[in-house]
């Protein structure tokens, strides 16, 4: 970064609390030397630098003296004023052996360094010592001569955003875990497709441990053809309104074969923040062994006959669009369906 020379009074324009202890400040004290006494890069380098909104400290010469405007001074804390003019390893010392590489980097290749959340340690508060997070890019400014002057540090703290994320993602990883532990079967299906992101041990063990992740329902559980749960997935994605299902038959294909299951469940959407359904919840329970055996028989036969001919159909009436007080009634069966028996299965 090459800084060309301005107006000797260009300093002396500026405006802020820094720049009016910048004037007042006594140079004699710092490495820097009287103001008169610097460079023009360095001068015009400080007059960029106070007025600018963004987080800017610089560090010039051997010793890296600091200088820094408004909006960095926060974020150094009790460093703040006495770092001002002074090398920057009597105020930066706990994170010395960390930032003192980088800014030497820069000034003997000339390489700009850049990174984001960078974390630093640092003691800002009464010395207690925390780490922190920034954006930052590093970039060396040349005196007129070409030779190596100061690092013009433009930083952004992203201390907040970095904790926050960090909570939300181990609140997620709790979450996660909770519903993977859960005794209720649980899982969520993406899109219109209805793509498997996750199950839980409960949901596993109903299927039967089988690999459904990034697959379609369709795809992953092809032995519920013809059973009405596809089409009720594709109402309750279209429509937007939550599913439940009380008793509900089910054929399932499982490590000895295929069972009838009764099962409560609710199919619930889940919605963007403009409203629009982007995938479904699934959660339930197995209550074939709660069913007298009488109520088991009878949802059995009910799903091997008739119901597998309505593949489009809700489970007679064991079933109802949450909030609906009046159950899906099962059509009469027309007489000129055949008859046909009800095939046998662990409930019965």
Request: glycine content about 8%; overall charge positive; proline content about 7%.
């Given at each position: 970064?090459?800084?060309?020379?301005?107006?000797?009074?260009a300093l002396?324009?500026?405006?802020?609390?820094?720049?009016?202890?910048?004037h007042?400040?006594?140079?004699?004290?710092?490495p820097?030397?009287?103001?008169?006494?610097?460079?023009?890069?360095?001068?015009?380098?400080?007059?960029?630098?106070?007025?600018a909104?963004?987080?800017?400290?610089?560090?010039?010469?051997?010793q890296?003296?600091?200088?820094?405007?408004?909006?960095?001074?926060?974020?150094?804390?009790d460093?703040?004023?006495?770092?001002?003019?002074?090398?920057?390893?009597?105020?930066?010392?706990?994170?010395w052996?960390?930032?003192?590489?980088?800014?030497?980097?820069?000034?003997e290749?000339g390489?700009?360094?850049?990174?984001k959340?960078?974390?630093?340690?640092?003691?800002r508060?009464?010395?207690?010592?925390?780490?922190?997070?920034f954006?930052?890019?590093?970039?060396?400014?040349?005196?007129?001569?070409?030779?190596?002057?100061?690092?013009?540090?433009?930083?952004?703290?992203?201390?907040?955003?970095?904790?926050?994320?960090?909570?939300?993602?181990?609140?997620?990883?709790?979450?996660?875990?909770?519903?993977?532990?859960?005794?209720?079967?649980?899982?969520?299906?993406?899109?219109?497709?209805?793509?498997?992101?996750?199950?839980?041990?409960?949901?596993?063990?109903?299927?039967?441990?089988?690999p459904?992740?990034?697959?379609?329902?369709?795809e992953a559980?092809?032995?519920?053809?013809?059973?009405?749960?596809?089409?009720?997935?594709?109402?309750?994605?279209?429509?937007?309104?939550?599913?439940?299902?009380?008793?509900?038959?089910?054929?399932?294909?499982?490590?000895q074969?295929?069972?009838?299951?009764?099962?409560?469940?609710?199919?619930?959407?889940?919605?963007?923040?403009?409203g629009?359904?982007?995938?479904?919840?699934?959660?339930?329970?197995?209550?074939?062994?709660?069913?007298?055996?009488r109520n088991?028989?009878?949802?059995?036969k009910?799903?091997?006959?008739?119901?597998?001919?309505?593949?489009g159909?809700?489970?007679?009436?064991?079933m109802?669009?949450?909030?609906?007080?009046s159950?899906?009634?099962?059509?009469?069966r027309?007489?000129?369906?055949?008859?046909?028996?009800?095939?046998r299965?662990?409930?019965?």
């Open positions: 970064m090459s800084v060309a020379g301005g107006p000797k009074d002396r324009a500026q405006a802020g609390a820094m720049a009016e202890r910048i007042t400040f006594d140079w004699t004290t710092s820097l030397g009287p103001i008169a006494d610097w460079s023009p890069a360095l001068r015009n380098s400080v007059s960029l630098m106070l007025p909104q963004a987080q800017i400290v610089l560090f010039w010469g051997p890296y003296a600091a200088l820094y405007n408004d909006a960095y001074a926060p974020t150094i804390g460093k703040h004023p006495r770092a001002l003019g002074r090398p920057a390893r009597e105020n930066w010392s706990e994170l052996a960390d930032l003192e590489p980088l800014l030497r980097g820069v000034r290749t390489q700009t360094y850049f990174a959340d960078r974390a630093f340690y640092i003691e508060s009464g010395g207690l010592g925390e780490t922190v997070y954006d930052v890019s590093y970039s060396l400014v040349r005196e007129a001569d070409g030779a190596p002057g100061g690092i013009f540090c433009i930083v952004s703290e992203t201390t907040e955003r970095v904790r926050a994320q960090r909570q939300i993602s181990a609140d997620h990883d709790r979450l996660s875990e909770m519903f993977r532990q859960a005794p209720s079967f649980m899982a969520q299906l993406d899109g219109p497709e209805h793509r498997y992101t996750f199950t839980n041990d409960a949901y596993q063990q109903l299927i039967g441990n089988r459904v992740i990034g697959k379609t329902i369709r559980l092809p032995d519920l053809a013809g059973q009405g749960f596809y089409e009720l997935l594709d109402a309750v994605y279209r429509s937007g309104a939550p599913f439940v299902g009380r008793a509900a038959p089910v054929v399932l294909d499982r490590k074969g295929p069972e009838n299951r009764l099962l409560d469940f609710i199919y619930q959407p889940i919605r963007a923040p403009d629009s359904v982007t995938g479904i919840f699934v959660e339930g329970t197995d209550v074939t062994s709660s069913r007298p055996r088991r028989c009878a949802a059995a009910s799903a091997c006959g008739w119901q597998r001919r309505m593949p159909l809700a489970f007679g009436t064991s109802q669009m949450a909030g609906s007080t159950p899906i009634r099962r059509p009469t027309p007489s000129s369906w055949p008859r046909t028996r009800a095939s299965s662990s409930i019965c």
